[in-house]
């Protein structure tokens, strides 16, 4: 698994998107402070790699249970479950979803497996192209890549993290 620290370019723009995002890195640090780790993950990586417009934020919290960080954002607000058989809470005047890892099965009516202590290869595997499975640590700035997603977007070219499927994008 590739594992780097994002380049100051990188770091700078998502520090400029945390800003407006307040009290997100209060919330990160509480989490830090219980043993787990939030990740950015998803599209808004891709989209800060590219160097485009973040429109929305996921957090991954890994090791730390639901209701635990359900406790959490609750020193920060009111918060709903919005999806809780997928794991995912929202705080209250703050739009970023915070999930837990998982595993889903195929089909219409997937199957899911919330595991707070799951791999990061293992949860980004649900994901549906490796340019969209990585992840920022928000408190080291680390860059989780599992699946070569950086190498694939500089290559232009779309890989399902199933490694069965290349699309080739024009350039």
């Known amino acids: 698994m590739n594992l780097t620290k994002i380049n100051n370019n990188v ?12 009290p997100l890195m209060s919330i990160v640090k509480q989490i830090d402070k219980k043993g787990g780790r939030a990740l950015l993950v998803g599209g808004a990586v891709r989209d800060l790699l590219l160097g485009i ?3 929305d934020f996921d957090i ?3 090791k730390i ?7 959490i954002l609750q020193m920060f607000g009111p918060v709903s479950l919005v999806g809780k058989s997928f794991g995912v809470l929202r705080l209250h005047g703050l739009d970023v ?6 595993v889903d099965s195929v089909g219409r009516k997937p199957l899911v497996k919330i595991d707070p202590h799951m791999g990061f290869e293992s949860s980004f595997l649900r994901r549906d192209l ?3 499975a ?5 408190m080291s700035y680390n860059l989780i890549d599992p699946f070569g997603g950086v190498e694939h977007l500089s290559e232009k070219i779309l890989h399902a993290t199933s490694k069965h499927q290349k ?3 024009p350039n």
């Open 130 to 132: 490796t340019i969209n």
């Open 65 to 71: 249970g639901l209701s635990e960080l359900q406790d």
């Open 60 to 62: 991954e919290v890994h």
């Open 97 to 102: 979803d915070w999930s837990l890892p998982r």
């Open 134 to 138: 990585m992840g920022i640590d928000l």
């Open 11 to 22: 770091q700078s723009r998502l520090n400029k998107y945390l800003l407006n995002y307040q």
């Open 53 to 55: 417009e973040v429109k």
């Open 167 to 169: 699309i080739c994008l």
